[in-house]
């Protein structure tokens, strides 16, 4: 199943997209998993697991990039999410994810384990209060080392929706903290910023806008004094769920700093979910197909 890929292009891609794996394999606050946020379907709920394959295009041919694997229970729980790195298999990970009760989003336990020889690579274990998680303690397995590190990530929170993340070292110093902060509006659309902190000082914040139908419509980030602007554009399609007609939102369009950066064509099967997603970017002042989507989905 493993690909060994040489070409230039396709690990230069590999390092954009996996940079967000390279030592933290998922946020530890569970309202910040894009994989599980952003999954993009008319009604998970019809869903057993989710198979997406990525590709990049050159010259007319397909190169496999990564994919990932989500499935969920009986209980409409994730339970699973599985990362596998066409270029190196020792990036390869599998997300284990358990729940303080079978009905409910409050999480027991999260282990990451090395899809290859499952070994543990880090075992999370959640604590949580009446308002939300509290502390989240982790043990990671370090390569070559008898005793993982084990270390704490500390959660303060009100009911304004405000939550602060502190991540300690092994030493019980603080190597990080994030604020967290939500503005709802009585229409369902609503605000999320994420301020970053790194020694004490502001390191990135993250604004993003979502609509009444909870999708993302626009994202601005600051960092180093310097904003970017990303719009993302939806096109109404109708779907039908459980014999009802609705319209859903599907993202047709990114737009960055006032410029189009990528736009998107679809193929989707009967259920209404989409099964292969084109990407289009601006090249040279004209649109140019670089990467391919395709997702297997299994139904209940």
């Known amino acids: ?87 190196n298999s020792y990036a390869d990970f599998d997300v284990q994810i358990n729940y303080a009760n079978p009905n409910g989003n409050a999480l027991k336990s999260v282990k990451i384990v090395n899809s290859n020889t499952l070994k543990p690579l880090e075992e999370w274990q959640y604590t949580n209060g009446s308002f939300d998680v509290e502390k989240i303690t982790v043990k990671r397995y370090l390569l070559n080392v008898a005793e993982p590190d084990v ?31 939500e503005y709802r509006k009585d229409d369902g659309s609503y605000q999320s910023v994420k301020k970053l902190y790194l020694d004490n000082f502001l390191d990135q914040t993250d604004s993003l806008i979502f609509n009444s139908d909870r999708k993302k419509i626009a994202h601005y980030t600051v960092n180093l004094g310097m904003t970017t602007k990303t719009l993302y554009n ?42 292969v997603r084109k990407t289009y970017r601006i090249k040279f002042a004209r649109w140019e197909y670089y990467q391919l989507t395709k997702r297997e989905i299994e139904y209940r």
């Open 1 to 87: 199943m493993k690909t060994i890929l040489k070409h230039t292009s396709i690990i230069a891609v590999l390092a954009l997209s996996n940079s967000a794996f390279a030592q933290d394999y998922i946020p530890y606050y569970p309202a910040g998993w894009e994989f599980k946020n952003d999954v993009d379907l008319v009604n998970f709920s019809q869903v057993i697991s989710v198979t997406t394959k990525y590709l990049t295009i050159d010259e007319n041919e397909e190169y496999p990039v990564y994919e990932t694997y989500l499935s969920w229970n009986n209980t409409y729980q994730l339970t699973d999410y599985q990362f596998v790195n066409y270029n």
């Open 234 to 275: 939806y096109k109404v399609r109708k779907v039908e769920v459980f014999g009802d007609e609705h319209d859903y939102q599907q993202l047709e369009r990114i737009v960055k700093d006032g410029k189009d950066t990528e736009r998107y064509e679809y193929e989707y099967d009967e259920k209404g979910n989409w099964i």
């Open 151 to 181: 270390f704490e990530i500390k959660y303060e929170g009100n009911d304004d929706y405000f939550v602060q993340e502190t991540v300690y070292t092994p030493q019980n110093k603080i190597n990080s903290q994030t604020k967290y902060w």
